[in-house]
């Protein structure tokens, strides 16, 4: 496989649940992304890790807990969801974390379109 | 201070006509504009990208204009196809310690064949 995976690609669940979306990257990058995608709303970064370290949380509620095992695996463990939070999560790559202004091109996942009862 | 707005929220147009997608930012340290494309189903993938130290870039179709006084850019897509129907995200990096993407609400553009 190549590029960035994403699964599950559709998940539902209650507001009790506890689920995890995982994502894979075969890019051999050392920056990982989750992002937000909500309909009619600009991509909203959730958290960033370089070399499996944290570097950013965006602000983001605490029932959403990332994990970076590795260069290569990200996850995100979902509980006690609210229906807010249905939406596409998008999983990104880049090839390092530029440390002056300039370009960071991102590679994406699908997605997984998570719907929260 | 961070914000890129986007518009129009979605917009058709016919094959062969131009479409076009303007985008205005507000922080003066942003350097690296890039654009991205999204198909029903599939992530986003960069399309073309520009740095303000030139006006204008053309790849194929594609043409980012930039104006660094007016703080804003555009996506011109020449002879549109209806392959071109996707939704397209401006974004702007610059000024932080990472070159964070800051993206668009994103257009919904439709091509009619």
């Known amino acids: 496989e190549t590029g960035v995976t994403q699964t599950p690609r559709h998940l539902v669940m209650g507001m009790t649940n506890k689920k995890s979306l995982k994502c894979e990257q075969h890019?051999?990058?050392?920056?990982m992304y989750w992002y937000k995608q909500s309909a009619k709303k600009p991509l909203e970064l959730m958290f960033v890790y370089s070399l499996e370290e944290r570097v950013e949380n965006n602000s983001v509620p605490s029932r959403f807990s990332p994990e970076c095992p590795n260069s290569s695996h990200l996850f995100l463990h979902l509980h006690t969801l609210q229906p807010e939070d249905s939406a596409l999560y998008l999983c990104?790559?880049?090839?390092?974390?530029?440390?002056?202004?300039?370009?960071?091109?991102?590679?994406f996942g699908a997605g997984s379109r998570l719907t929260v009862l | 201070q961070q914000q890129v707005k986007q518009s129009p929220q979605s917009l058709i147009v016919q094959k062969g006509g131009i479409s076009i997608i303007n985008c205005a930012y507000e922080n003066t340290a942003f350097d690296y504009f890039p654009w991205y494309q999204q198909f029903p189903g599939k992530g986003p993938a960069l399309l073309i990208a520009?740095?303000?130290?030139?006006s204008e870039k053309k790849e194929g179709r594609f043409t980012i204009s930039f104006n660094k006084s007016a703080k804003q850019f555009s996506l011109h897509i020449m002879d549109s196809q209806p392959g071109d129907s996707a939704t397209y995200f401006c974004?702007?990096?610059?000024?932080?310690?990472?070159?964070?993407?800051?993206f668009g609400q994103g257009t919904i553009l439709t091509v009619h064949p």
């Open positions: 974004a702007a990096s610059g000024g932080t310690s990472y070159g964070k993407l800051t």
């Open positions: 890019l051999g990058h050392n920056a």
């Open positions: 990104a790559s880049s090839p390092d974390l530029l440390r002056i202004s300039g370009a960071n091109v991102l590679t």
């Open positions: 520009i740095r303000p130290d030139v």
